[in-house]
């Protein structure tokens, strides 16, 4: 289990990076600064990024704990016709430990097209992570969402699949307990509405 968080760990941070916000610390895109903005008095900054024709590029939001560590970091990137193409968010906790990672992507029109995110125990560790695949309508198509408790054992794990033809949806959920003995399950499916339509819902008891 933990070999395969390590590889879903990695595959998080690449398509981080792929999304043009990679970190607050490399926000240097064509036409933006090489270094964070400067911050006003109240810890909070903000700085737009333009193109050579004028174009709002990337805004970037920044804000900081009275140690001085960054609290909280956003990077909004936009294309040539003034639509969101990515977003980023980075909250830390106040020992400078990422809280939660966050990215979003979208089309040419901005439609949301995929969102990300990752959240960390304070000491570090994984806490949760999921992601969620969107169609031109809106809908999610697909997505994973897996907890973890503190010492790295899988606590919830659900999947999300839409059915396009019959746009029904079929989720799959399993609860473990911290000893690693089934708690809950269930593999149902659902109308577009999510009204259950059939499946099987079932609670272990703790022995």
């Given amino acids: 289990m933990k070999s395969a968080f390590k590889i879903l760990f990695l595959l998080f941070f690449c398509c981080a990076f792929l999304f043009g916000c990679a970190s607050e610390n490399d926000v240097a895109v064509t036409a933006t600064p090489t270094e964070l903005p400067e911050l006003f008095s109240n810890g909070i900054s903000l700085k737009n990024c333009i193109d050579e024709t004028g174009n709002l590029q990337q805004e970037h939001y920044l804000r900081k704990y009275e140690s001085g560590i960054i609290q909280e970091y956003t990077c909004t990137t ?46 570090g560790s994984a806490q949760s992570i999921s992601w969620s695949i969107f169609d031109t309508l809106g809908r999610q198509t697909s997505a994973l969402y897996e ?47 999510f009204h259950w339509l059939e499946g099987a819902i079932t609670d272990f008891s703790a022995s």
């Fill in 78 to 123: 936009y294309g040539k016709n003034g639509a969101v193409t990515a977003y980023h968010q980075t909250l830390r906790h106040e020992t400078g430990i990422p809280c939660t990672i966050l990215d979003k992507s979208y089309d040419d029109t901005g439609t949301l097209v995929k969102t990300q995110e990752v959240s960390f125990y304070a000491d």
């Fill in 147 to 193: 907890s973890y408790f503190p010492g790295g054992a899988v606590q919830t794990q659900k999947t999300h699949v839409l059915d396009r033809q019959t746009g029904y949806y079929t989720i799959r959920i399993g609860e473990n307990r911290a000893d690693g003995t089934i708690a809950h399950t269930e593999d149902c499916t659902y109308d577009g509405d």
